[in-house]
């Protein structure tokens, strides 16, 4: 069993460009997460989506957008990346959305934008 | 005020110290109190679960909610060099986790 997996494992990009951050789940959770990670600021929420077809905002949402076309895959999308989307990205899984529910994250992703 | 406030440290010790990593947290709904640990370019994985009040051990590790004062602890007894990582604490309600900074720990042999 894989857990989750995350594509690619990191990437330089040029400002202005767009770019999909892979993320896909072997668990059946029915909830998903993206986090980004930066120096002094830990972990925050980018989207979640507590089950297949829905998704919701969390707490830096701007420049970026998902979809969960199904259980297994929650892409992260940036239509058009800056400087500062440079991070370090992480995807995670839950059974439920009860906050008592643990998250299973994957390894991550490191981005660059130049 | 943030929800959550963890000290970023780095926090070094020798090996065998006890260590006490520490959490405030501002909203009295919050029930679900968890440790996470991140080693170096990994993904973090649970450590640690706490329902509402009270203790949890496990192994060399304490988990600690004051819910009287907002505050949540980790201990780590006879601490390790493998101890070495970055411990998030992750508090919820019935909202999805919020996590604290992290504190980055060093265990030196």
């Known amino acids: 069993i894989a857990g989750i997996t995350q594509a690619p494992t990191s990437q330089i990009l040029a400002a202005g460009r767009r770019m999909t951050l892979r993320c896909t789940q072997d668990?059946?959770?029915?909830?998903m997460y993206w986090y980004r990670q930066d120096l002094g600021l830990g972990l925050r929420l980018i989207h979640y989506?507590?089950?297949?077809?829905?998704?919701g905002k969390g707490e830096v949402p701007d420049g970026y957008s998902v979809s969960r076309a199904n259980t297994d895959d929650f892409p992260l999308t940036l239509a058009s990346a800056v400087p500062s989307q440079t991070s370090v990205y992480f995807c995670?899984?839950?059974?439920?959305?009860?906050?008592?529910?643990?998250?299973?994250f994957g390894p991550g992703t490191r981005l660059t934008v130049l | 005020q943030k929800e959550v406030e963890q000290d970023p440290g780095p926090l070094s010790v020798p090996e065998g110290a006890i260590v006490s990593l520490n959490c405030t947290y501002s909203?009295?709904?919050?029930?679900?109190f968890m440790w996470y640990r991140q080693y170096s370019r990994k993904g973090p994985e649970l450590l640690m679960y706490?329902?509402?009040?009270g203790n949890k051990e496990d192994g060399r590790f304490t988990a600690q909610v004051d819910k009287s004062s907002k505050y949540i602890s980790l201990f780590i007894r006879d601490s390790q060099p493998s101890d070495s990582a970055t411990y998030l604490c992750?508090?919820?309600?019935?909202?999805?986790?919020?996590f604290g900074k992290g504190t980055r720990l060093s265990v030196i042999a």
């Open positions: 992750a508090i919820s309600g019935n909202t999805p986790l919020v």
């Open positions: 668990m059946r959770h029915n909830a």
């Open positions: 909203n009295s709904a919050f029930q679900y």
């Open positions: 995670a899984s839950s059974v439920g959305t009860s906050g008592g529910d643990t998250q299973y």
């Open positions: 989506s507590n089950t297949a077809g829905t998704t």
């Open positions: 706490t329902y509402s009040s």
